[in-house]
């Protein structure tokens, strides 16, 4: 029996934080585009919105963050990185969140 390979398991850690963080954006009214358009995203004030309505975003948040698949765009919004969106689109397909 082999030890289970790290990169996998963060990958598979990082595409269910990706899944919640979906969840979490539909229940406040905000679509996968939202975050996967890097020109859009959620400002400071929707993120605080977001923290205090959904207790598990700050630590997907994070999450994202500390991954590389999410980061701050030149207008100071959450957003995905080519490497959140690619794993989202691996998820969901690109029909899901296709960038306008």
Do not use: K
Not at 20 to 39: I, K
């Amino acid at each position: 029996m082999t030890a289970p390979d790290p990169g996998n398991i963060a990958q598979r850690s990082l595409r269910q934080c990706l899944c919640n963080m979906a969840t979490l954006l539909y229940r406040q009214g905000h679509v996968l585009e939202t975050v996967s358009s890097p020109h859009r995203g959620l400002d400071d004030r929707a993120l605080r919105r977001l923290a205090q309505a959904e207790r598990d975003w700050p630590s997907h948040q994070r999450t994202l963050e500390q991954s590389e698949a999410a980061t701050y765009n030149i207008q100071r919004r959450f957003v995905l990185t080519d490497l959140g969106r690619e794993l989202l689109f691996e998820m969901f397909g690109e029909g899901a969140a296709d960038i306008a």
